[in-house]
């Protein structure tokens, strides 16, 4: 899975390396991407000041988080996935629970 500065995040299918699922929603560079523990979602932070929770088999937004005052650098699930931490350039870090944002 690649994040991108077109604002894409890329499954990829590495057998065949072509790509699987393309996720679009964010309106700039992905810069950080973490999977859930059961693989089920992923979360990505945006220089849109965003992060976005996705269904990985559906490629559905299940949550769009915005909070930050500017970009997420940086996001990551505790062990057990109950908690999202972003981490943005506006110097703040937040703990989201990811079912109810």
Avoid: C, Q
Avoid at 29 to 41: E, G, H, R, T
Avoid at 64 to 82: C, M, N, Q, T, W
């Amino acid at each position: 899975m690649t994040g991108s500065l077109d604002t894409t995040v890329i499954i990829w299918d590495f057998i065949s390396r072509k790509v699987f699922k393309k996720l679009e929603g964010h309106t700039s560079a992905i810069m950080s991407l973490a999977i859930s523990n059961d693989s089920k979602i992923v979360a990505t932070g945006s220089d849109d000041a965003t992060a976005i929770i996705w269904d990985i088999n559906s490629g559905k937004i299940l949550k769009k988080l915005e909070k930050h005052s500017r970009g997420i650098y940086s996001v990551a699930f505790s062990p057990d996935s109950k908690y999202l931490a972003t981490g943005s350039y506006d110097k703040t870090s937040i703990i989201w629970d990811p079912n109810s944002g």
